[in-house]
């Protein structure tokens, strides 16, 4: 394969060379092929779907795959983001901090990724500056090109030699045209040249346009940014048109005509009713048959693998359509105006909705405007609750009157995070004599102190990276709901993000008011989930973790799968009704 290079002597930086392209040590140039997907005209239009989508495709042909996502901004991940204004910050099971997008990779491949699959420019440029501070330039002026992109390259190929894959899927962020990405379109261009032909598959996701007033669909817009492509020396090898319905064969070739790119590899990707049949129409239009011939990727598919992979997808998809219990979740929360930013809540609830045949429709209800006074007509028609995880002081006594009513009235409630938290704050006011109880995240001299700053947080200072935060086991209690609804299982691993924990000298008094905390830290004193014994409510657990980072559409997160079945039961669905389903009800398989 490395005849086809185009460079000589790749990785060596010496004073005769102008090439620059740190190669990782062992790397075998043409052993792994990549897919890049670029977006044009307008963000939006769901590129991580449509990456992941593809790369699950090429998976059930038995090949391995792994995506990195190039992010271009400066932040180095996105743990300081506002998920109002960029959606969830999605954990990884490193601890990596990172776009919402990374979770649809994981869902879709069902894989767990970590920080090798997200990149960002803060990273970039910190490692570039770094580098220079070193003295690793040999004395040259450090530049956009030929530097800041090879180290873009660079991690293209740490990726590809970790994780050994077939086909690295790099999506780059943003919109071609943008100042902030553009480099990373230069370092995939320069990459594919060194590579040589047949090792990079460019594709680009653009969008037709459908004006109310034209009534038709029009290319104008998609021609335009496509020429942007060509002129960051971009010829894309497959384009996928995002509308709203199916792009006509008329504006297909349009764009095939003035891309020069072939009409078999213009291909609609028009909006469908989950983003999990996006896999099956891509398959149907021939987009995975396309890759395969254009990186001579054909002798290592396996036959055989890709109908059961198929079939097993399938039924995922024919028990979404098969939800046919209607019932209502109220997701109490800050950001409740931005459903991007409960991402995998959203998804997790389809994942266990389908599971027990429980078409969930969720209300959202901004916390900030609840009270006791309010509650009841606001959660009126809700058959179970959850209190997403949170940060901070607003909107927390309405959670908090919201868990209480939940408690006392017996609506199931599922508690992420800050929800366990204030679920605790609520118990230890209700019911264990402590009326001052609070976070110390709300009230830092509070009286008493139920929720408090993990010990190794009041070292740190600043905002940044102070967390505990990834994956981490969970010792279950023998006898405890959390022990039955993960089958009995010791340990589970979930993903934490938090600073504040319980306060563990007051466990036993708040345990002794009959709360009972079912998953622990093995080896510290911290507090994974807690809930109320069946005989005391029929289901109010929390969990100090987000499980919804960890369902995925085959296996549900056992939290999910449980609120979502004992909300069917307390909308009136019969207990029997949901016991002769057994298979469909059966315990989730935990996520450990
Ligand atoms: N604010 C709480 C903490 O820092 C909860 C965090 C969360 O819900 N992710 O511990």
New binding site residues.
Partial sequence: MTSKSNLGSLGHTTEETEFFTPVPPGYERGKTKYVVVFGTVMSGLGKGIFSSSLAKILQDKGLSVTPIKLEGYLNRDSGTLNPYRHGEVFVLDDGMECDMDLGTYERMLDQDLSHLNFTTSGQIFSDVLEKEREGRYLGRDVQMIPHVTGEVKLRLRELAMASQADVVFVEIGGTVGDVENAYFIEAVREMSFEEGPGSFCFVALTYIVEPKILGEQKSKPAQINLKMLNAAGIHPHIIACRASSPASKKVREKIAMFSSVPMDRVFSMHDCESVYVIPEMLRGAGIDAAVLELLELGGRSETGTEEKARAAWNDYIASLRARKHPLTIGVIGKYTSLRDSYASIIQALEHAGARCGGNVQLVWVDSAELTEANIAERLAGIHGVIV?????VRGAEGKIACIKYARENKIPYLG????M?LAVVEFARSRCGMPHAN?T?IEPDCAEPV?DL?PEQMQIEGLGGN??LGGFDVAVTPGTEFAAMNADAQRVRLR??????VNPDLVERIESAGLVFSGRCPDQPIMQVMELPKTAHPFFMAT?A?PELTSRPQRPDPFFVGLVRAALVYSGLPQETLSKSAGALGTAPSSA
Avoid: A
């Fill in positions: 997403p995880g949170g940060f901070g992420l995070c800050y929800g938290q976070t995240e929720i993990l967390m505990r934490f993000r938090h600073r504040y924990e100090q987000h």
